[in-house]
DNA sequence: ACTTACCTAGGGATTTTCCCCTAGATTTAA
DNA sequence: TTAAATCTAGGGGAAAATCCCTAGGTAAGT
């Protein structure tokens, strides 16, 4: 028997996954919650042995409770289940230490697999994004020895703010030349050739 | 009697809204589709009251249906359920035609009586969001001149793909010049002074 | 002591962006 | 059917970015 607590700010949602996970007489749906405050109050009571969770709970990023609710319940298996598709997310969520991944398209089949998988220990990602994530497998390889420098990440916020390289020698008390230099080697490591391509990247990346 | 088919590629999000809407004697649900293909079939075979159409079905936009669905059942009302809740996109949708919008957090008895308003020839947005709208009614001005025109949203595309004025030229057998133009009407819609800020609004406004 | 990475700065040239304009053709809305 | 918006294209010039380089000082590890 596996207990199961779901926190998400869509009712419409809860209710699909309470439906879903009916069929299955292993798993046992304890709490429902649709903020994060009562998620917290919830878990002081009883702390079930997986977590569904959503990305957005009523006006807060779900994901800054994640390193409470690791610290008060280390036990405690995460599934975060979100709209997100976008592996580098994904993949950003997993290393900050969440069980599982599922989208809200997720067959019901599969989604009481991912509770038993997640259960058990192992980390679960729906096969679509697990194929989307060993797409980008290299690039993230690539991204670890793409680390910048202190210096480098400095600079690449003010870029990322749209100042200029002479706004940013002032700033920073430098030559606009020097400030060019960072920024080409920025351009080097993270495999871009202009400021469009790297503002995306560092987007996409999580480095801004 | 109201009669309802729902079109959602999330089968979690399907079930969800049956469960709600079981308790409602007045709604019968008569068809559910994953598919823009599956759902175009469907209507063929009997024509509900009420279409509860999700804005993204499996790979394609559900909006790009909506004239095909308006000139065939013109009798036909369509709610649509998202997570959208941006206020411009919505009111986007409205002047396209559709006849009601909630997003995906509703409560159960708020989509019960979307579903009668809509189905009465009513024009139903769910509360909240009907608030932000009229918050946004002073800025709508501003959005005016925010908003992009077609070629200037397909080089919006292609700055943020990193493409410089005479990549896009060439993409779109223009002059370099032309290109130049709209971009800095990109910019002026935009409030942004060069390229590092417009991809970071751009990515924060959902535009790319 | 020596290598390596990092931070700093610049010369010099080319390319691109940015800013100020005008202006005709076409499309859309009132 | 006007009026307004959009799309097209360009002149001319200033500013910035990009791409070649070199090079000295500093800091950290081996």
Redesign the interface.
Known sequence: MITIAIAD????????????LQAYEDIHIIQRHHTGASLMQGLQQQIPDVLLLDIHLAGLNSITLLPQLQQQYPQLKILVIS?IDNPFVIRDLLKKGIHGYT??????GL?QQAIVEVYKGQIYVEPMIRERMLASVLPAAKETDARLTKREMEILQL??????NYDIAEKLFLSHRTVENHRLSIYFKLE?????????TA?IQGLI
Request: glycine content about 8%.
């Open positions: 700010d869509h009712p419409m949602v809860v209710t699909g996954i309470c439906n879903m709209s989208t809200k398209g997720i067959q019901p989604l870029l990322c703010d749209g100042d200029n871009v050739k202009n400021i469009a391509q790297l503002i995306k987007q």
